[in-house]
């Protein structure tokens, strides 16, 4: 069965600190993986996506996850977290072909202190 | 940059009444998805169109769900009979085609009394 595992339901970091999410997928072909932020009220904003080739991809806003095959693995992090960055994470996967569904994690809420 | 738009941003009604949820995808983007998200719990997929039919849906998108293209620009997901249990978070998503990218909408609150 697909699914996707955020194992962490809410993490608290300090600003300037460092960051990694965690995301665990179950796919049964060549998943494509995506980072998704929601900040509050608003809707889905694609962080980062990985689709083939190089195992560590660069987004938005300096994160950056590593695609790591063997661990089912498709980790988030950033190097030093900004306020601005407390927000829900998701994490998705979903087919190559385009009008194939996207499996979300439970999401991530991160908290940033001061 | 384009983007998903949808309307409203917030929808009340009550229980066993019909609502249209309304969104406009990307101009060029010749696929469309809705999801929704009950508070608290994960992003689900419901339906996804394509040609002016769905190609997919899951076993949430029941008789009481229908999609709709009316027009060149509008994506619509009308909800018959809406239950206590519909409130949630609906997102609208569009993709161009080739890699399988969606880029979702602010999405549309709805809450059944």
């Known amino acids: 069965a697909q699914s996707v595992t955020q194992p962490d339901i809410h993490i608290t970091v300090s600003e300037g600190a460092s960051l990694e999410l965690r995301c665990n997928y179950s796919?049964?072909?060549?998943?494509?993986l995506f980072w998704y932020v929601q900040s509050p009220g608003q809707g889905l904003q694609l962080l980062l996506k990985y689709f083939s080739g190089d195992t560590l991809v660069q987004g938005i806003k300096g994160f950056e996850a590593e695609f790591k095959r063997s661990q089912s693995s498709f980790n988030l992090r950033k190097p030093s977290v900004h306020w601005s960055d407390a927000a829900e994470y998701f994490c998705a996967v979903g087919a190559k072909n385009t009008g194939n569904q996207f499996y979300f994690g439970t999401g991530t809420s991160l908290t940033v202190i001061p | 940059e384009p983007e998903v738009t949808q309307t409203p941003s917030h929808q009340v009604t009550q229980m066993g009444q019909e609502v249209i949820l309304r969104c406009v995808p990307i101009?060029?983007?010749?696929?469309f998805y809705w999801y929704r998200q009950i508070l608290g719990q994960k992003v689900e997929f419901l339906v996804s169109?394509?040609?002016?039919?769905?190609?997919?849906k899951s076993e949430i998108f029941d008789d009481q769900f229908s999609v709709e293209r009316p027009d060149g620009s509008n994506f619509t997901l009308k909800i018959r009979s809406t239950k206590l249990e519909d409130s949630a978070m609906y997102f609208c998503?569009?993709?161009?085609?080739?890699?399988?990218?969606?880029?979702f909408g602010p999405g549309t609150r709805l809450t059944v009394l």
């Open positions: 101009s060029n983007h010749l696929y």
């Open positions: 998503a569009s993709g161009a085609g080739g890699l399988n990218e969606q880029f």
């Open positions: 169109f394509y040609n002016n039919e769905i190609s997919e």
């Open positions: 796919y049964g072909a060549t998943p494509y």
